[in-house]
């Protein structure tokens, strides 16, 4: 009988270990799944409503539209808490995009400097207490444009009217000095 009160301890234990490991590794932040730079003509802009198979099961896009116009090719640097996606040129009417996992916690929150020949500032573009089950839950679009930067929710077919409006920040004034 020790025999089995053993191995059923053992067992258990194993069991509880792994459950931690699981629960260890869901808390971390977002798990990337893939990353690319392409072509508009490439992929359909449809932004149809993504399978949504539960909490953490599910992978989101974040895809960014350069629509600078004049040739003008937009810099793209995203981060997350854990994950930097590396500084990436878009040329205009190309897109970027990036697949991940929330986190187990849905603290999930990508930011991304955004920078043109004439403006450049820094965007929360994916922050799952605003985005998750409400916005894209997966698939979160944006075009950047010299008006600002416009989010859509997932379904709205574009151009028509983004849900997320964010300016450029003003210039700072070349009169004053530091």
């Given at each position: 009988?020790?025999?089995?009160?053993?191995?059923?301890?053992?067992?258990?234990?194993?069991?509880?270990?792994?459950?931690?490991?699981?629960?260890?590794?869901?808390?971390?932040?977002?798990?990337?799944?893939?990353?690319?730079?392409?072509?508009?003509?490439?992929?359909?802009?449809?932004?149809?409503?993504?399978?949504?198979?539960?909490?953490?099961?599910y992978k989101t896009t974040v895809r960014i539209y350069?629509?600078?116009?004049?040739?003008?090719?937009?810099?793209?640097?995203?981060?997350?808490?854990?994950?930097?996606?590396?500084?990436?040129?878009?040329?205009?009417?190309?897109?970027?995009?990036?697949?991940?996992?929330?986190?187990?916690?849905?603290?999930?929150?990508?930011?991304?400097?955004?920078?043109?020949?004439?403006?450049?500032?820094?965007?929360?573009?994916?922050?799952?207490?605003?985005?998750?089950?409400?916005?894209?839950?997966?698939?979160?679009?944006?075009?950047?444009?010299?008006?600002?930067?416009?989010?859509?929710?997932?379904?709205?077919?574009?151009?028509?009217?983004?849900d997320l409006n964010f300016p450029w920040p003003k210039?700072?004034?070349?009169?004053?000095?530091?």
């Open positions: 009988m020790k025999y089995h009160d053993q191995f059923g301890k053992q067992a258990l234990t194993s069991l509880s270990s792994l459950l931690i490991m699981i629960l260890i590794s869901s808390s971390c932040e977002a798990s990337i799944v893939s990353t690319a730079a392409k072509n508009t003509s490439d992929h359909d802009d449809s932004h149809e409503n993504g399978e949504n198979i539960g909490f953490v099961f350069n629509d600078l116009d004049d040739d003008l090719q937009l810099e793209v640097h995203c981060k997350s808490k854990e994950d930097d996606l590396g500084v990436l040129l878009v040329p205009n009417y190309n897109f970027y995009e990036w697949t991940f996992r929330i986190n187990f916690g849905g603290t999930t929150l990508f930011f991304c400097g955004l920078s043109w020949k004439n403006a450049s500032g820094t965007f929360d573009i994916y922050d799952a207490h605003r985005d998750d089950q409400k916005r894209c839950s997966t698939k979160c679009y944006w075009r950047v444009g010299k008006d600002g930067v416009h989010g859509y929710r997932q379904g709205t077919p574009y151009p028509f009217a983004p210039p700072l004034n070349p009169s004053s000095k530091n």
